[in-house]
C-alpha cells in the first residue's frame, strides 16, 4: 500500500510549483486516470503493424489502466505525457528509467511519438526541456539513450542536446550525457 507522503518517480522528476514541464507548444506531465482513453488509443496504434483483423480493442484499455497503476507506484520509472497545449492532445510519451547494476545515479531515457504527430520537433523540445530535470529532480549524473541506426532524427535530437555516442551493439547506438 503507498502511503499519502509517497511520490512515485514521475511525481519527483515534475517542478514542484507546477507539477508539469512546460514549453512553448507543449505540457509534459505525469499521467492521470482521464487520459487513460488516449492512453489506450497510442498503445493501439503502437500495436496496429501487429494485430490480426478483427481483433478486440478492449484489452488495450484494460493494458492502459493497468499502466497507469504501475507507474503511479512506481519509484524507479518515470512515464509522462506530451501534451499540445493547443488542444490538449497527447502528442507522445517520455520515459526514464533508472539503469541498476551499472554506474551509479545513471537513468535510461526513451520516447515514443504518435504518428500523426511526428516530424514537427516535439521530441527535440522535449528533451531539452526535461534534461534539467535529470539532476534537479532525480539525483541522475549520467543520461543514456539507445537509438537504432537507422534513426537519424533521435541521433540528431540527442546530439543536438549534447548526447556523445558511447557504444555500439546489435541493438543500435547508445549515446550519454553527462548532466
Known amino acids: 500500500m503507498v502511503g499519502a507522503d509517497f511520490l512515485s518517480a514521475s511525481q519527483r522528476f515534475m517542478p514542484p510549483e507546477t507539477g508539469a ?3 512553448p507548444r507543449l505540457i509534459i506531465r505525469p499521467y492521470t486516470q482521464a487520459d487513460a482513453p488516449q492512453i489506450a488509443q497510442m498503445i493501439l496504434e503502437r500495436q496496429y503493424p501487429y ?3 478483427g481483433t478486440d480493442d478492449a484489452w488495450a484499455q484494460e493494458m492502459a489502466d493497468e499502466t497507469l497503476g504501475h507507474i503511479a507506484a512506481s519509484t524507479d520509472k518515470v512515464v509522462a505525457g506530451l501534451f499540445l497545449r493547443q488542444d490538449g492532445q497527447l502528442a507522445g510519451e517520455f ?3 533508472a539503469k541498476y ?14 504518428i500523426n504527430h511526428r516530424g514537427r520537433g516535439y521530441m ?5 526541456a ?3 530535470q535529470f539532476p534537479a529532480c532525480l539525483g541522475a549524473r549520467i543520461v543514456s539513450a539507445m537509438v537504432s541506426f537507422n534513426n537519424l532524427a533521435s541521433r540528431h535530437i540527442l546530439k543536438d542536446a549534447g548526447f556523445r555516442e558511447a557504444t555500439m ?3 543500435g547506438l547508445s549515446l550519454e550525457l553527462t548532466v
Open 21 to 23: 514541464v512546460h514549453t
Open 51 to 53: 494485430r490480426q483483423p
Open 95 to 97: 520515459t526514464a528509467n
Open 101 to 114: 547494476g551499472g554506474r551509479p545515479r545513471e537513468w535510461s531515457l526513451s520516447y515514443y511519438t504518435r
Open 124 to 128: 527535440k523540445e522535449c528533451v531539452l
Open 130 to 132: 526535461v534534461l534539467p
Open 169 to 171: 551493439s546489435g541493438h
